[in-house]
């Protein structure tokens, strides 16, 4: 059952000029997702992450290089064009960013920020804009909606003016939205609250969904697949209860295991990935995460493995000392 | 047998902080930070402190540090009472108390090289003896996993943030404190990194015999580092207990809402759909009586008009709810 991809992210690319030489932030990334469907991207800072959802939104920096296709409801966003990709964003692609503080205009009311968004791409006029808005509000949360469209973002707390960030990214009742860490700068009472609105927003209007993070908590219990990204690459990428029961990547799991556990005893010492990722503008001849990783052998370090699926068509993995397999090859 | 003054004992609390109370002047708002807390440290231990952002945990720490000056309260460091004390006698106090902040970039001068950074605080202390500063400089750095002779001469910008963390960490330990305060010590950094500096720690804490206040937002980093843990909400305590005790039956409704609240990596455990659970209130005017009934299901009339005291409810474990979980 091939379900055809909303997005398809082929073969991309982002290099980044610096004063130290080329960065190549996106090292050749596959991912497709379906309408209706949620991905997880994970990775620490610095992976690429944000550069590849930047590469999605055609929001790179002006002097970023893109190679390869981004293939959202069957246009080729790179080569489309600005007034159509203008459409696009307006009608079909959102996101919400980290910091609401940011992405929201400070001098200008909730109100005007939302209804200029619906009177501009969905041309209602100023009475149904404003019913609309506050109709959004409730819909996300925001007690005494009506109240709120005359006060200014710094008048909310940051949960709240999340929350209305994700209703002005909702307003146009998008295919695909993407949510770049969405619930890093709250609290984490509020970012579960969150969390619950995104995921009960995207199921009801049957959206797509790229929840992008460093946390595989996170993604665990609210994404249908997730790829984990290591200096640029995706390094392992499967449905999410595949990928959590059975990581072959030492990476994805080194990840998991240095998350402090609330089970563990207090004290326990915690399985740190020692050294740090590599330098992006001297690129590894081997595997990325090689110079780190507890299984590595001669092959890992002198050859880039490839994502590809090895056992299961919906597992993939760059490795060449799998977890598990590796051990039961050897036997 | 009876003397004037009662002789420091080891089984004494190293750090004594009694009906501490912190306020802002805001415009013509008071914000409450820190309202009427008590709590001890013994000696060896390591205290965390949770809550989320705005609670008054950072001002709870810098007022122990007496960086901020409380309303009125008391914080007693081993038998001697730090808030009465003024100029060098405190001067002379700081050298055995200090702080590890939580943006490791920010909180180093950026255009001083790293050997000197770590050496200030033993010229400040007036240490004159060139080579024996810089013997002790070395020490430490290699004690926190750098080699002296490479970044000893560099700049805070040459390191990631994981290995300022390290540095700011040398630079605590190099006038041999007895207790540090750590506030949100691995907020800012990520998650394989943050693992190299909590086992950093607890290794600098063992080898060096110290005492810590160890402040986060993260209950799991917190259980992960903590022999007790202190709750903190609109700047009270709700509870304060052993670590494995508090994260298994937590007493206080807002414990078990922080607990649940944290996203468990295994797709098993679906998120619950949480009813809304509103947020913090402003600590300009926090609600009267029990200051989290805001947002908490179980909260009645008297929860708005009697502040709960907080009161052991097992041995060690002291909880301010009219009617906790336990």
Known sequence: MTVPALLSVEDVAVDLPTPRGNLRAVDHVDLKIAAGRTLGIVGESGCGKTMLSRAILQLLPKKARLSGRVLFDGQDLPRIGAGALRRLRARSLAVVFQDPMTS????????TQLMETLREHLALDHAAA???????????????PEQRLKQ????????MRQRVAIAIALSCEPKLLIADEPTTALDVTIQAQILDLLAREQ?????????????????????????????????????????????????????LAAIPKLDAPPHAPLPAISGRPPDPTQPLD?????PRCSHAGVRCHREKPVLRDVEEADHHYACFNPLEVAAGLGS | MMQDVAPVRSSDPLLRV?????????????????????????????????????????TLGRAILQLRA????????????????RGEALRQMRRRIQLIFQDPIASLNPRRRIGDIVAEPLVIAGHKDETSRQALVSDMLSAVGLDPAIVSGRLPHEFSGGQCQRISIARALVQSPEFIVCDEPVSALDVSIRAQILNLLEEMKARFGLTLLFIAHDLAVVKAVSDRVAVMYLGRLCEVGPSEKLFENPAHPYTALLIEAIPVPDPDVRPAERVTVGEPPSPTAPPSGCRFRTRCVRA?????????????IAPNRHVACHYPLV
Not at chain 1, 104 to 111: A, E, Q, R, W
Not at chain 1, 205 to 210: D, L, P, S, T, V
Request: hydrophobic share 40%; proline share 5%.
């Open chain 2, 70 to 85: 409380p309303v009125s309260g008391r914080v007693v460091f081993d038998g001697l009472e730090l808030t009465a004390m």
């Open chain 2, 18 to 58: 009694e009906n501490l109370v912190v306020e802002y002047a805001v415009g013509a708002k008071t914000i409450h930070a820190v309202s009427d807390v008590s709590l001890e440290i013994a000696r060896g231990e390591t205290l965390g402190l949770v809550g989320e952002s705005g609670c008054g945990k950072s």
């Open chain 2, 300 to 312: 009645d009339r008297r929860c708005s008009e009697e502040i709960p005291e907080l009161r052991e």
């Open chain 1, 130 to 144: 404003r019913a609309r808005s506050i109709a959004l509000l409730a819909e996300v949360g925001i007690p005494a």
């Open chain 1, 203 to 255: 199921r009801r209007r049957h959206m797509a969904m790229i929840l992008i993070t460093h946390d595989l908590g996170i993604v665990a219990g609210r994404t249908d697949e997730v790829a984990v990204m290591y200096a640029g690459r995706v390094v392992e990428r499967a449905p999410t209860p595949k990928l959590f029961k059975r990581m072959r990547m030492p990476y994805t799991q080194a990840l």
């Open chain 1, 286 to 290: 081997g595997c990325s995460f090689s």
């Open chain 1, 104 to 111: 929201l205009n400070p001098v200008l009311t909730i109100g």
């Open chain 1, 152 to 159: 200014y973002p710094h008048e909310l707390s940051g949960g």
